[in-house]
């Protein structure tokens, strides 16, 4: 049974059709691999999946319950277990890096505004969780002793890292990583590699958007092409690589 199941999702901007009758099906804990070139489609994708943009048709569901995603506000998808990360960075530069994951546990406790005027006994507890989660989730990550850091002091790199670590706050059941590795050097993308395949073992499925084939091909159990808002190819990295369709919208002939 699909974890998500995305049935001929389309969204237009004017006349700009970013989606087409796109579907997609993540099992659980499946690594899936999104890729196409520039302009594909593949962010509004992402950003219909959480809510950030209303589908103009088609069906999102998820969970065992085939729960209807696409009604929901970002916060309530998120709730129900799915979390991203941006293309371009989103961290509290100001902040420490114990606090900039603290943020992302919010999402998941029940303690609300009158809890945190009045400092009441829930609201100590909870967050004391918190931060007891959170540096658990920064050593998860490997920056466990940067606590207290400020987040802006970090590598490119880390702070990728750092907001992989606050989308894990919210406790997903699958995790969209939007071109987690751009910019990053060879070293840095292969502990990415190994951070995602570690995410995946804590039983987290993954969707993941990225360009660098040598990353996908290795990383992913299906990868699906988009190519100007259509799905051109879906199957396996060794399948994908193959088809000439992709070979012809993306690969190129170095490939
Ligand atoms: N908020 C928006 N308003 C208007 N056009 C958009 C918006 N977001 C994306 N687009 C357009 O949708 C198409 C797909 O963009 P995008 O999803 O960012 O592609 P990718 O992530 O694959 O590079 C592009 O033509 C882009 O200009
Ligand atoms: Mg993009």
């Given at each position: ?12 901007f ?34 219909c ?20 995603l ?9 709730t129900?277990?799915v ?26 406790t ?27 989730l ?32 919210s ?7 939007d ?20 995410i ?51 690969l190129?002939?170095?490939?």
């Amino acid at each position: 049974m699909p974890l998500l199941d995305v049935k001929s999702v389309s969204k237009s901007f004017g006349g700009v059709h970013a989606l087409r009758h796109v579907s997609l099906r993540v099992e659980n804990g499946m690594i899936v691999g999104l890729i196409g070139p520039n302009g594909a489609g593949k962010t509004s994708f992402f950003n219909c999946m959480t809510g950030l943009m209303l589908i103009d048709e088609g069906e999102i569901l998820f969970g065992e319950n085939h729960q209807k995603l696409q009604d929901l506000p970002p916060h309530l998808i998120l709730t129900k277990g799915v979390a991203r990360t941006f293309q371009n960075l989103r961290i509290f530069k100001h902040m420490t890096l114990l606090e900039n994951v603290a943020v992302g546990f919010h999402a998941r406790t029940d303690s609300g505004f009158w809890d945190a005027l009045f400092r009441t006994k829930r609201y100590r507890s909870d967050e004391k969780m918190i931060l007891g989660k959170s540096r658990e989730l920064l050593k998860f990550i490997g920056l466990k002793n940067q606590n207290q850091d400020l987040a802006g002091n970090l590598s490119y790199g880390e702070q990728k890292r750092l907001e992989i670590a606050r989308a894990l706050a919210s406790s997903p059941k699958i995790l969209l990583l939007d071109e987690p590795v751009a910019g990053m050097n060879p070293v840095e993308k292969e502990e990415i590699a190994l951070l995602i395949r570690k995410i995946r073992e804590t039983g987290i499925s993954i969707l993941l958007i990225e360009h660098d084939m040598k990353m996908v091909m290795p990383l992913c159990d299906k990868v699906v092409v988009l190519d100007e808002g259509k799905k051109i190819a879906e199957g396996s990295p060794e399948q994908v690589r193959k088809d000439p369709r992709v070979i012809k919208a993306y690969l190129g002939e170095s490939c």
